[in-house]
């Protein structure tokens, strides 16, 4: 995946988070709660947090609002949205395998080697 933009830049968790979140709509709360749980409790979304990225994400035009009551909005991916969150998995897919390669080599004897005070 060549990075050629913005929209192609790794992005930080908590973007990534609230995308994944917003495969379903949700509303801001309802983000948080979700993040948590498939998280398993790591990563907590304060509300500043959540509404200034969705507000980035609005603007960058990677969410809508779907559904709007007196007191919530909800939020769901665009098209371009998807297809960004997507890129995002093949990159960190491609991270693990080449983690997971390093992983598996024996380390070199020059490697191992210390250097003699």
């Known amino acids: 995946m ?6 192609d830049a790794a992005m930080t968790e908590t973007m990534y988070y609230i995308l994944l979140s917003l495969a379903s709509p949700r509303h801001g709360y309802g983000i948080m709660l979700h993040t948590r749980q498939i998280t398993n409790g790591r990563l907590l979304l304060g509300a500043g947090t959540i509404y200034n990225s969705l507000a980035r994400l609005l603007r960058d035009g990677l969410v809508e609002i779907c559904e709007q009551t007196r007191r919530r909005k ?7 949205g998807r297809s960004v969150l997507i ?3 093949e ?3 491609e991270l693990c395998r080449n ?3 390093f ?7 020059q490697a191992v080697k210390v250097p003699a005070e």
Do not use: C, H, M, W
């Not at 909800?74 to 371009?80: D, I, N, Q, R, S």
């Not at 992983?103 to 004897?109: I, L, M, N, V, Y």
């Open 2 to 7: 060549a990075l050629e933009g913005p929209r």
């Open 74 to 80: 909800f939020y769901k991916l665009t098209a371009v």
């Open 87 to 89: 890129r995002e998995i």
């Open 91 to 93: 990159r960190l897919n």
């Open 99 to 101: 983690g997971a390669d």
């Open 103 to 109: 992983a598996r080599q024996e380390p070199s004897p």
